[in-house]
């Protein structure tokens, strides 16, 4: 029903910069939040970052400075833009879209992306 489409990742390195783009497609009513999760080799999946719809934001402490989540509306499209990376931002990062149900308050059905890979090497 919803598809996350991410694109971005690759290989950086720490005197660099890259941008994650993820699109949504498919029948949505509303975006709620949408946001980037990552996970290491041999860690859990963690949030990176997420926006809401109002422009609230969030992220992990380790990135506050140096990463900046945005969100297009309407081209329904979140974007992570990562500034000097660390070695420690690699990762499988993640698409993550809380998606609203027409007609029904406080329900919402939540999509994740296949995942697009971040090395950072220096």
């Known amino acids: 029903q919803v598809h996350l489409a991410e694109s971005g990742g690759g290989l950086v390195q720490p005197g660099g910069s890259l941008r994650l783009s993820c699109v949504a497609s498919g029948r949505i009513f509303s975006i709620l939040t949408m946001g980037w999760y990552r996970q290491a080799p041999g860690k859990e999946r963690e949030l990176v970052a997420s926006?809401?719809?109002?422009?609230?934001?969030r992220y992990k402490e380790s990135v506050k400075d140096r990463f900046i989540i945005s969100m297009d509306k309407g081209r329904r499209t979140v974007y992570l833009q990562m500034n000097s990376p660390k070695p420690e931002d690699t990762g499988t990062y993640y698409c993550?879209?809380?998606?609203?149900?027409?007609?029904?308050?406080?329900?919402?059905?939540?999509?994740w992306g296949r995942g697009t890979q971040v090395t950072v090497f220096s």
């Open positions: 926006v809401t719809s109002n422009g609230n934001t």
């Open positions: 993550y879209a809380e998606i609203g149900k027409e007609n029904i308050m406080n329900y919402s059905t939540d999509y």
